[in-house]
């Protein structure tokens, strides 16, 4: 089984440019969502959904916006880069069950993309 | 506000002796708690959680933790540790305001010496 895939697995960019992380997962799972790990700090959630239509802001959303078409994919969009966005970044998703106890259940992670901006 | 203290930034034991990595959390009500480990250059794998069930939870690899409302605090465990252990580990939350969204800790570095 696939699991989370995340595309790229390392990207540079410049202050200003955009551009798209891709995330997938096979497993049916309404729930996605993006963090970002930095050094001392843990993750910290950037967007969340839970279901194709549904999307909702994390702890730190401002500079990224995300879509969610279909249940399979989230991507999650940097609308123009700034140096402090330089981060790990990490897809993971999430059966929600009956869906009325939030996340229970385990979150199954991407392999991480590492992202840097000049 | 709420949140989740690992109370240790690295941990470093020997092969063979115990593991204890602490976490507290502060939250009015009872969350949803995880652990999760993190091998070099790969994303998170959980290891266990607690969801109102039993307080003693045991995990993948001989992990376990309880979970002690009193103390607000949900200590993970390992008798014995192997040198396959070594990872960051990331004690884990569910928010008051919205069980969907986790908050997590700063993690906590184990090194297993031989």
């Known amino acids: 089984n696939a699991g989370v895939t995340q595309t790229p697995k390392f990207q540079v960019l410049k202050t200003g440019q955009s551009m798209t992380l891709q995330c997938a997962q096979d497993?049916?799972?309404?729930?996605m969502s993006w963090y970002r790990q930095d050094p001392g700090m843990g993750l910290r959630l950037i967007h969340y959904?839970?279901?194709?239509?549904?999307?909702d802001q994390g702890e730190v959303p401002n500079g990224y916006n995300v879509s969610r078409s279909t249940t399979e994919d989230f991507p999650l969009r940097l609308l123009s880069a700034a140096p402090s966005q330089t981060s790990v970044y990490f897809c993971?998703?999430?059966?929600?069950?009956?869906?009325?106890?939030?996340?229970?259940?385990?979150?199954?992670f991407g392999e991480g993309s590492r992202l840097t901006v000049l | 506000a709420q949140s989740v203290t690992q109370l240790d930034s690295h941990v470093s034991v020997s092969e063979g002796t115990p593991v204890l990595l602490r976490c507290n959390y502060s939250?009015?009500?009872?969350?949803?708690l995880f652990w999760y480990v993190q091998h070099p250059n790969k994303g998170l794998q959980l290891l266990l959680k607690?969801?109102?069930?039993?307080?003693l939870v045991k995990g993948i690899n001989g992990f376990e933790a309880e979970f002690k409302k009193s103390e607000t605090s949900f200590h993970l465990t390992k008798p014995s540790a192997h040198m396959s252990d070594a990872a960051e580990y990331f004690c884990?939350?569910?928010?008051?305001?919205?069980?969907?969204?986790?908050?997590f800790g700063s993690g906590t570095r184990l090194l297993v010496r031989p």
């Open positions: 959904s839970v279901g194709a239509g549904i999307t």
């Open positions: 497993m049916n799972h309404e729930y």
């Open positions: 939250s009015s009500y009872s969350p949803s």
């Open positions: 607690y969801t109102s069930a039993a307080t």
């Open positions: 993971a998703s999430s059966d929600l069950g009956r869906g009325l106890a939030g996340v229970t259940g385990e979150l199954f």
């Open positions: 884990v939350v569910t928010r008051m305001d919205s069980s969907y969204k986790l908050i």
